[in-house]
């Protein structure tokens, strides 16, 4: 058996998006652990459960913005194309999570 005929072919469409997701998570970084530092100060006006919801995902922004692209890749490299597709979108929840937090 030919070793490049093994499992599902791999995506290219997976491949770009892996390549801008990178990119673009590399580079939203910076702003995010800044805005993780600064999270705590949300607490100011007391502690209810959005008021942790909020601080939780922003401090754990920055960890996703790293973990998700290269599981992406690893998952691209093993040819598991679904969940590649899923941690590229990922880190989109941390943002919706908290702004349902604060709404």
Request: glycine share 6%.
């Amino acid at each position: 058996m030919d070793a490049h005929s093994a499992g599902p072919r791999r995506s290219k469409p997976l491949f770009w998006a892996l390549v801008g997701a990178s990119v673009l998570n590399l580079l939203a970084l910076l702003p995010a652990v800044m805005f993780a530092m600064v999270s705590p100060m949300a607490s100011d006006s007391g502690l209810t459960t959005s008021v942790w919801i909020f601080i939780v995902a922003a401090m754990s922004l920055p960890i996703a913005l790293i973990a998700c692209p290269l599981l992406g890749w690893i998952a691209y490299v093993r040819r598991w194309n679904r969940s590649g597709w899923v941690l590229v979108f990922l880190p989109l929840l941390w943002p919706s999570a908290m702004l349902g937090a604060i709404a």
